[in-house]
Nanobody, 124 residues
Framework: QVQLAESGGGLVQAGYSLRLSCAAS????????MGWFRQAPGKERESVAA????????YYADSVKGRFFISRDNAKITVYLQMNSLKPEDTAVYYC?????????????????WGQGTQVTVSS
């Protein structure tokens, strides 16, 4: 069982940045492909970014390309989502998810483990 915990959410003004982190309790994420998803009020959960288990490939939703960047640290303990030039429409609960090995997959059905989410609110 992999337990994921997101952190780094908060309230920011439009144009500012936030960095979200996702860590697994008691283990590394070395052999896991990771994804970031978000769900805004009244909307379905959507894929934001993903990274392959080896960090060799990434995926970004069109809405965040050039503004958001997914990465994992050298020890593959934590996965990050750097969010720049935030917009009010980025307001959502952000979730990280993990799947064993695999590519940078945007489909949420591909992921086995999920965190509880962290709220990101962007004011105009």
């Amino acid at each position: 069982q992999v337990q994921l915990a997101e952190s780094g959410g908060g309230l920011v003004q439009a144009g500012y940045s936030l960095r979200l982190s996702c860590a697994a309790s008691g283990r590394t994420l070395q052999n896991y492909a990771m994804g970031w998803f978000r769900q805004a009020p009244g909307k379905e959960r959507e894929s934001v970014a993903a990274i392959s288990w080896d960090g060799g490939s990434t995926y970004y939703a069109d809405s965040v390309k050039g503004r958001f960047f997914i990465s994992r640290d050298n020890a593959k303990i934590t996965v990050y989502l750097q969010m720049n030039s935030l917009k009010p429409e980025d307001t959502a609960v952000y979730y990280c998810a993990a799947r064993v090995l695999g590519s940078a997959e945007p489909a949420e059905t591909a992921y086995t483990y999920w965190g509880q989410g962290t709220q990101v609110t962007v004011s105009s």
